[in-house]
């Protein structure tokens, strides 16, 4: 796309104001930026303003590329320069979610639908943690099949929901599959029969005559039996 980066009008801003989970300054930027980033071709997922880094997270269904990352930030650079949502200096970032995200807001919940997510409640809301795949996302609550409450495992799945009005923070997670160990006990006893084979053909073969000659003895007492014939 050419041209000058679109600014967007007060008409079409994304608003987030009503957004508990997003502070002032991160919620005006978000609104700003939102329908800019839409031109890139990818999709604002969020914005954090913490310790003078203003980072943007993006997404695409496909994944972002290195190059569309780059665009947004030729795109958003300027647009924050002319608006001026934030006093003094600061480090700008555009980056990609990554395999475990934050979920704030509907959308983000309806994206993580299927994945494994971590869930803390608000004080009065117990328990106040749960882990486990989310199942739906039902007005303003949350379908959880639940494998783990307070860092404890649970014996069997508990279908449970959540208000979204009771959530502190919500994160997806990264589940890493387990590691194979390098020459496992299948792979010992393989091996170990294995030698055993060996050797047994290493012992046959030193036990049987030579391909094409026979033992000393036996030759000398042909040739004997030779001899005895010939006298004869």
Do not use: C
């Amino acid at each position: 796309m050419t041209g000058e980066p679109h600014t967007p009008g007060a008409e079409e801003a994304f608003d987030v104001t009503g957004d508990p989970s997003m502070s002032p300054v991160a919620g005006q930027v978000f609104s700003l930026l939102a329908p800019v980033v839409a031109t890139a071709d990818v999709e604002l997922l969020d914005v954090d303003w913490t310790g003078g880094t203003l980072q943007v997270i993006v997404d695409h269904q496909d994944g972002v590329t290195l190059d569309q990352l780059a665009s947004v930030n030729r795109l958003v650079s300027p647009i924050l320069d002319q608006h001026d949502p934030i006093s003094g200096r600061y480090t700008l970032e555009v980056s990609s979610p990554g395999v475990e995200r934050p979920l704030r807001r509907p959308a983000h919940y309806q994206r993580a639908v299927g994945e494994v997510v971590i869930v803390k409640t608000e004080p009065h809301v117990q328990p106040r943690r749960v882990k486990g795949t989310l199942i739906d996302v039902t007005g303003d609550e949350l379908s959880i099949d639940v494998t783990e409450i307070d860092g404890v495992d649970l014996v069997e799945v508990d279908r449970r929901t959540v208000a979204v009005e009771d959530i502190a923070s919500a994160r997806t997670v990264f589940e890493w599959g387990p590691t194979p160990k390098k020459g496992g006990k299948g792979a010992n006893k393989n091996t170990q029969k294995k030698k055993q084979q060996q050797k047994k053909k290493k012992n046959e073969k030193s036990a049987s005559p030579a391909r094409g000659g026979g033992d000393a003895e036996s030759d000398n007492q042909i040739e004997q039996d030779r001899k005895e014939v010939d006298d004869e």
